[in-house]
C-alpha cells in the first residue's frame, strides 16, 4: 500500500506561481512513476505531468514551459512547480503513484494510487 499526501494548493492570481508537493508513504521502494492529474469540474481528469524512477519528466502541452515536476526519491515526495498560472490551470490536483509499471504515462487509469486532491484556483 501506498498512501499520498498533496499540499500547496490555494488562490492565485493570473501569472503568478504555486508549488505543489505529494508526500508518498508506505511501500515507496515499489514506485514507478509518480504524477501529477488535475480536474475542472464538469471535465475529465486529465494528465499534467509525470516522473519516472530518474527523474526523467513527461508534461502534456499546455504546460510545457510553465511547469516543473521534479521528485526527491528520498523524501519520497514529488513536486509540481506551477508558473505563469492561467485560469485555465484552475482544478483539483490530484498526485497519483504507480506500482506496476505502466504503459501510458498519461492514462489515470495506468496508476494505482491517488491522494485526495488539492484546489488550485487562479483568478483573472
Known amino acids: 500500500q501506498v498512501q499520498l499526501v498533496e499540499s500547496g494548493g490555494g488562490l492565485v492570481q493570473a501569472g503568478g506561481s504555486l508549488r505543489l508537493s505529494c508526500a508518498a508513504s508506505?511501500?515507496?521502494?515499489?514506485?514507478?512513476?509518480m504524477g501529477w492529474f488535475r480536474q475542472a469540474p464538469g471535465k475529465e481528469r486529465e494528465f499534467v505531468a509525470a516522473?519516472?524512477?530518474?527523474?526523467?519528466?513527461y508534461y502534456t502541452d499546455s504546460v510545457k514551459g510553465r511547469f516543473t515536476i521534479s521528485r526527491d526519491n528520498a523524501k519520497n515526495t514529488v513536486y509540481l512547480k506551477m508558473n505563469s498560472l492561467n485560469p485555465e490551470d484552475t482544478a483539483v490536483y490530484y498526485c497519483?503513484?504507480?506500482?506496476?509499471?505502466?504503459?501510458?504515462?498519461?492514462?489515470?487509469?495506468?496508476?494505482?494510487?491517488w491522494g485526495q486532491g488539492t484546489q488550485v484556483t487562479v483568478s483573472s
Open positions: 508506505g511501500r515507496t521502494s515499489t514506485i514507478y512513476y
Open positions: 516522473s519516472w524512477i530518474d527523474g526523467s519528466p
Open positions: 497519483a503513484a504507480d506500482v506496476t509499471r505502466l504503459r501510458v504515462v498519461a492514462s489515470p487509469s495506468e496508476y494505482d494510487y
